[in-house]
């Protein structure tokens, strides 16, 4: 059985920077995309970030592009993402979740129970 | 991109169906087949119900069912059971490598 364990969360204050991490466990970690997804308290889901299954690509919501920061260590079966400059508006629970399928196909198989980020002052 | 639109809350009693619909445009559900549907219990991890739009994983209850027409997607479960109480959320393809999800509906079984 797949388990992806999420941690790293924390309360930060706007501008610093906190980093998450996804670890993966009951599957050929490396054979898979895997994503970021976040839900901001009272809403909805939001996409935030995919890395492919062997890091060569990258891919970012336009909400985090230039500030949040995707990788994976295959040989660790670890997801990370470094989240710098960080606003009020990015506080939310954060999923890491397994890709199958494509770069563009595919869907969400395999998703953690998520860890809270809190930005404020 | 703008989140797909799911209506905020749905209900049923035991035995009825329901059908949660998911609105985006056409450059996300009109233009992919590709939309997943996902159950959420707050505090667990989210599970998968269905993709490509009417495909259901192993271990899913033959009770869920997708479908869609032009930019609207929808998930339909039959013989409405207790278990199934939750949040639900759709999610499509966007283009350019990118994914846009509903804003969630929560079904209430009474």
């Known amino acids: 059985q797949v388990q992806l364990v999420e941690s790293g969360g924390g309360v930060v204050q706007p501008g610093r920077s906190l980093r998450l991490s996804c670890a993966a466990s009951g599957s050929t970690f490396s054979g898979h995309g895997m994503h970021w997804v976040r839900q901001a308290p009272g809403k909805g889901l939001e996409w935030v970030a995919l890395i492919s299954y062997d890091g060569s690509n990258k891919y970012y919501a336009d909400s985090v592009k230039g500030r949040f920061t995707i990788s994976r260590d295959n040989s660790k079966n670890i997801l990370d993402l470094q989240m710098n400059s960080l606003r009020v508006e990015d506080t939310a629970v954060y999923y890491c979740a397994r890709f199958t399928g494509d770069d563009s196909s595919g869907f969400f198989d395999y998703w953690g129970q998520g860890t809270l980020v809190t930005v404020s002052s | 991109q703008s989140a797909l639109t799911q209506p905020a809350s749905v209900s049923g009693s035991p035995g009825q169906s329901i059908t949660i619909s998911c609105t985006g445009t056409s450059s996300d559900v009109g233009n992919y087949d590709l939309i997943s549907w996902y159950q959420h219990h707050p505090g667990k991890a989210p599970k998968l119900m269905i993709y490509?739009?009417?495909k259901r994983p192993s271990g899913v209850s033959n009770r869920f069912s997708g479908s869609k027409s032009g930019d609207t997607a929808s998930l339909t479960i039959s013989g409405l059971q207790a278990e199934d109480e939750g949040n639900y959320y759709c999610c499509s393809y966007a283009g350019s490598t990118t994914w846009v999800f509903g804003g969630g509906t929560k079904l209430t079984v009474l």
């Open positions: 490509e739009g009417s």
